[in-house]
């Protein structure tokens, strides 16, 4: 298989599983779900495949792929190609995204068997990750954009999936609507880097080469407004709104979402644009410290949730922010390495949440789930694995990713942030053990329905990958050579520490996570403590962000739309419309009497006219005239 149709094949295969599965589903009353299911299963499964087979080439003989498909535009000597490319970045991404979205689909199976809209849910999903690998493969930042609004556009379909709640359809409606306000400034930055290294092909290459010659002043604008569109879709202050709402998915597609898709493009495409942000370090300043404030502000308010997937929709945000610190400071590798130990440990947790849900008749709140450890022993260990990795707890993955993470601030030498970093890292491990506690931990028990074994098996998988992906860039420390971050070779600042003050830091670090765990053991396991907690206080209420955002945004641009309907709309526009078809009316009526459909009238008007006419002539020839 050559280069070119390896690639289009890894992309298209999802979207003509998806194409597939919609006819099928539209065209037949009642098709057999299992043929949705090797349909869907089949399409990611083929781009799973053929991803680990790039990702291999990339990294053990520094192979390229890239793939035409068609020229999409040509004006001139400007052309726009639909062109993938699979480089070592690209390569690195398809590493995780295509296996764990398999293996969320493989888990979707299972958790939506005998849904009553199989077809329609399988035919997003395959549409979703068909857009995530054609964000992720774009030879250039047009092409990108089209994948980036498509995951927007199907998640939207998939958090108001069940759209008879109209609660649902809300969450879906905010996720779009905060997206396109993220979105805006990614176009804008698109227009004006298009006008100020616009070449033939527009490709990033091309676009890298020309940014030396464009004034600093437009560089950190254009940085700025690409970063505004990460915001958005990796949900960072402050347009992280959408994502504690859109829980209201079903809970495949929360881990589609968390996981290695959706929120983490905003990571990639910060990666991507590398060399831009080299060259605007107070943005990336700006970027760190965005990051640092939205690791801690999620972190804090995770910690007084209740609803499981709410809680980890928090932990999402604040392990994108540890990510976007790392980026900001520079160390594009390391952020791009715990991107992709978060995948496995945030898959397997929203996963375990889902296998909860349906277990236990779709009760999300942690404190109606107490006593849970006995029914479901193998998921427990699973659970609580994920949650030692999270609080990067040696030598599971997520330690290594996180302390390096740390390192890098520490060496930055911007000690605020490594503060930061710091509360929100002990945070992480004081609400995934106080979740974990509550519901493993407690005297009473709970009887569960059996569930699909469909869900289990990826479960193992992740869990395997939580423990031991953490070794594929072990630091020199521990006897390692950071393989990640040479085969990935990013523009990455020199932030190293002596090994002496590393391991100082990894010590002192891992011990605070420890103590705060026994606190929370203390706290939580096997105690009524959690039914004690205020639930009136501002961190309960989310720091009252959405009523803020509410009082602000909302109720002005709602009043506002009144007044231009009753006003404007209905007020002047109507009035002058309605006015006119008066006018016209009355208008008619006065034709009428001319257009009456009387020959005898017809043959008057004829007459007068020929009288007229030769009256005319006989003027004119008299010289009157």
């Known amino acids: 298989m050559s280069d070119s149709t390896l690639l289009s094949t890894l992309l298209l295969s999802p979207l003509i599983s998806a194409a597939l599965i919609f006819f099928i589903n539209m065209l037949f009353l009642n098709p057999r779900q299992s043929l949705f299911t090797f349909l869907a299963l089949t399409g990611s499964g083929v781009s799973a495949v053929l991803a680990l087979i790039v990702s291999y080439q990339s990294y053990f003989h520094a192979q390229v792929f890239t793939s035409h498909l068609f020229t999409w535009l040509s004006i001139g000597e400007f052309t726009i190609e639909l062109a993938l490319k699979a480089d070592a970045l690209g390569s690195f991404m398809l590493l995780f995204v295509a296996p764990v979205s398999f293996l969320i689909h493989l888990y979707a199976s299972g958790y939506m068997d005998k849904d009553k809209s199989y077809g329609r849910f399988f035919t997003y999903f395959n549409l979703f990750i068909f857009f995530m690998f054609l964000l992720v493969l774009a030879d250039n930042p047009i092409i990108m954009f089209i994948g980036w609004e498509g995951v927007g556009l199907v998640s939207y379909a998939l958090i108001g999936f069940y759209f008879e709640d109209i ?18 400034g990614f176009l804008s930055a698109l227009m004006l880097l298009f006008i100020e290294a616009g070449s033939a092909g527009f490709s990033f290459d091309s676009i890298f080469l020309s940014l030396a010659q464009i004034d600093p002043s437009m560089l950190s604008l254009i940085a700025f407004l690409l970063f505004v569109g990460a915001m958005g879709k990796s949900a960072q202050i402050p347009l992280f709104v959408w994502l504690p709402d859109a829980m209201a998915g079903p809970t495949p597609v929360s881990a589609l979402i968390h996981a290695a898709t959706m929120v983490t493009a905003g990571v990639y495409m910060v990666a991507r644009f590398a060399p831009l942000y080299t060259m605007t370090p107070d943005i990336s300043l700006f970027i760190a410290y965005v990051g640092a404030f939205s690791a801690l502000f999620a972190a804090i308010v995770a910690t007084r949730q209740y609803d499981i997937k709410k809680i980890l929709a928090y932990s999402t945000m604040s392990q994108l922010g540890f990510m976007f610190m790392a980026l900001g400071v520079g160390a594009y590798s390391t952020a791009l390495f715990h991107m992709f130990t978060h995948a496995f440990f945030k898959g397997l947790l929203f996963m375990a949440a889902g296998y909860i849900i349906v277990a236990f008749h779709h009760k999300q709140d942690i404190r109606e789930l107490q ?255």
């Open 371 to 625: 006593g849970i450890r006995k029914s479901l022993p193998l998921l427990f260990v699973m659970m609580f694995t994920a949650s030692l990795s999270i609080s990067a707890i040696p030598p599971l993955s997520a330690f290594f990713s996180k302390d390096a993470i740390m390192g890098a601030l520490y060496a930055s030498g911007h000690v605020e942030l490594f503060l930061m970093a710091l509360v929100a890292s002990l945070l992480t491990a004081y609400y995934m053990f106080r979740m974990v506690f509550v519901l493993f931990y407690s005297q009473k028990t709970q009887s569960t329905k059996k569930s699909s074994k469909s869900m289990l098996y990826p479960m193992v998988v992740l869990t395997v990958l939580s423990v031991f992906a953490g070794l594929l860039n072990l630091p020199e420390l521990f006897g390692g050579n950071l393989n990640i971050s040479n085969w990935l070779n990013l523009l990455d600042k020199e932030l190293l520490l002596p090994h002496a003050k590393e391991l100082l830091l990894i010590s002192v670090n891992t011990l605070l996570i420890l103590g705060v765990i026994l606190y929370t053991y203390k706290r939580y396991a096997y105690t009524q403590a959690i039914h004690k907690e205020s639930q009136e206080n501002l961190v309960a209420k989310k720091f009252y962000v959405d009523e803020i955002y509410t009082l602000l945004i909302t109720q002005p641009l709602h009043y506002l739309s009144i007044f231009f309907e009753q006003k404007i709309s209905h007020g002047i526009i109507d009035r002058l419309i309605n006015l006119s078809a008066l006018y016209y009316a009355r208008a008619g009526i006065l034709f009428s009497y001319l257009e009456n459909g009387n020959v005898r009238f017809y043959a008057l008007y004829m007459l007068i006219g020929v009288v007229s006419g030769f009256v005319y002539l006989y003027w004119a020839l008299r010289g009157v005239l």
């Open 167 to 184: 609660q649902n359809t809300y969450a879906g409606n905010k996720a779009f609507i905060v997206n396109r306000v993220g979105d805006f």
